[in-house]
């Protein structure tokens, strides 16, 4: 099982970078090529959502991307430190507007784009866990 750590400083223009190594890590994996632009979206995704959690909730800690590539599927954890997840702020208010709004629809796009996926939260943060299917490497002569 290989595994590959990305963390960044909670910046949009940093999203671009992510999405560029979980597609060629993905790639490597064994992910059909046929499959990668939705890989690199639904990364774009779930990392623009870590991002903007960090941003109105002013936490300074990382995003963290962690993917693993396993021998039938590859893996994608997107992880932010926002305690309760979306919606709700660290000091325990409710955000609305238009943020939760964009929130939903991230989601709602990640949701659309893998068919495995899986969204948690708790006192530490919240990740978004996706993972594809692989093909295995032809064998060398």
Known sequence: ???????????????????????????RAGVDEAVL???????????SRAVGLHVSNGIVAPVRVVLVEDEKKFSIEVGDEVPGGAG????????????EGDDEMGLAVI??????????????????????????????P
């Open 1 to 27: 099982m290989a595994t590959v750590e990305l963390r960044f400083s909670a910046l949009p223009e940093h999203v671009r970078t992510a999405r560029l190594v979980a597609a060629a890590v993905a790639r």
């Open 88 to 99: 709700e702020r660290a000091d325990g208010a409710v955000e609305s507007g238009d943020a």
């Open 37 to 47: 632009d939705e890989v690199r979206l639904a990364v774009g995704e779930a990392c």
């Open 111 to 140: 949701s659309g784009l893998v068919d495995d996926v899986e969204v948690t939260s708790g006192e530490h943060g919240g990740v978004i866990r996706m993972s594809w299917p692989t093909t295995p490497a032809p064998a060398l």
